[in-house]
Nanobody, 122 residues
């Protein structure tokens, strides 16, 4: 079992920045690939970014490339999502997820946090 708790969401103006954090506990964090997903009202949950267990591989959705950065600190059992140049279309609930394998699809992840709201005003 892995427990995940997100934090760092909030309201920000377009062009601003936020950093989301995800604290993991339970199974050894360093053995888990991690992902950030988001879900806007009326839309399916989608992958935003993912990072492999050691941090050597990363994935970004085309919509966030060059603006978002995923990172992890295995010593602190933390994963982060730095979000810059935010746009109104980034508004969504953001979820942290964990699994043993590195992937970018919702069904590939077994463990999920409760989500944190990000709202970007125009």
């Amino acid at each position: 079992q892995v427990q995940l708790v997100e934090s760092g969401g909030g309201l920000v103006q377009a062009g601003g920045s936020l950093r989301l954090s995800c604290a993991a506990s339970g199974r050894t964090f360093s053995s888990s690939a991690m992902g950030w997903f988001r879900q806007a009202p009326g839309k399916d949950r989608e992958a935003v970014a993912a990072i492999s267990r050691g941090g050597g591989r990363t994935y970004y959705a085309d919509s966030v490339k060059g603006r978002f950065t995923i990172s992890r600190d295995n010593a602190k059992n933390m994963v982060y999502l730095q979000m810059n140049s935010l746009k109104p279309e980034d508004t969504a609930v953001y979820y942290c997820a964990a699994d043993t394998t590195y992937g970018r699809r919702v069904y590939e992840y077994d463990y999920w946090g409760q989500g944190t709201q990000v709202t970007v005003s125009s």
